[in-house]
């Protein structure tokens, strides 16, 4: 039987503050300015931009110092009054609020230019219907990129009492995580109305990015 979400979601929301220092270990930081590099390839100044699952914000802020209109949402409040005094710190304007992506996405249709989804989409259990909701919300030409991990890179160690646990739990618990490779990636993406520009294998995970 799948592990509790709702005791998964009270780990991640005490444990925000060991999220956010691991997002400034030098090889989190890389990452998150490759990432945001990335986006920045293919979605045109200002966006907008929505970061989904956006944590303590550091993919948000990295977009927006590039000059996006970035909203982050994430469904742990205490993360979120993270990444928010994260921005105020940095002198950055983010709009970060309390959202369960999981659901039904707060933007008009065809509204944003760009949205991510880092190490989000495995959590889900309704991983179809959050592809179709980014897809509408994006307009046409707008690019989603994303990520997901593979299964024999799942971490087995890892810092924080939080991220211990679930490391442990990935090859443990069945169902806790849906892990995904180049294939099943973008099966999900072009099965619900996106178009694959690049699928890779990269940094320990499936690296996605796709137009609308």
């Given amino acids: 039987m799948p592990a509790p979400q709702w005791f998964f979601r009270f780990m991640y929301d005490r444990e925000s503050s060991a999220w956010e220092r691991r997002r400034d270990e030098p090889a989190h930081r890389e990452l998150v300015e490759k990432v945001a590099d990335g986006l920045a390839s293919v979605v045109p100044r200002p966006g907008p931009v929505v970061d989904l699952g956006c944590g303590p914000g550091a993919h948000a802020l990295a977009l927006a110092r590039r000059g996006y ?4 949402l994430d469904g742990s409040p205490r ?32 509204s944003l230019g760009g949205a991510l989804a880092i190490l989000v989409v495995q959590h889900l259990a309704r991983p179809g219907f959050f592809i179709s909701e980014i897809r509408r919300c994006l307009r046409p030409g707008g690019h989603l990129l994303m990520t997901a991990p593979l299964r024999d890179r799942a971490p087995q160690t890892s810092q924080g009492l939080y991220w211990r646990f679930r490391a442990a739990c ?29 699928c890779t294998t990269q940094s320990g995970g499936t690296w996605l990015l796709a137009r609308a």
Wanted: proline residues 3%; aromatic residues 8%.
């Fill in 69 to 72: 209109d970035v909203v982050g």
């Fill in 79 to 110: 993360i979120v009054e993270v990444a928010r005094a994260r921005a105020v710190r940095e002198h950055t304007d983010v709009a970060f609020a309390v959202h369960d992506v999981a659901e039904s996405l707060p933007f008009e249709d065809a």
């Fill in 170 to 198: 990935y090859s443990h618990v069945p169902g806790l995580v849906r892990f995904y490779d180049t294939r099943s990636l973008r099966l999900l993406i072009e099965g619900h109305g996106l178009s694959v520009v690049e």
